[in-house]
């Protein structure tokens, strides 16, 4: 089964997110907000909802359709 990331924006989006998060932070010490960071500007797309639960410590998946 899919993630709820990959579902949202496809797999071209979470792979150019991933690069992006690499190349921004290497030989850095990088933060959760430097991952969502990454992923906001490779995707194009409000992913506020989404990352909100794991940048607070808490899972909310299940508001994301």
Known sequence: QKG???T???IKKVIAGLK???VDNKFKIATKNNFY???K???HQDLDN???GY???E???SSIN
């Open 20 to 22: 992006k998060y690499y």
């Open 59 to 61: 899972t909310i998946i």
């Open 55 to 57: 940048l607070n410590g």
């Open 37 to 39: 960071s990454a992923f």
């Open 41 to 43: 500007s490779s995707c």
């Open 8 to 10: 949202k924006v496809g």
């Open 4 to 6: 709820v990331l990959l």
């Open 50 to 52: 989404f990352f909100e």
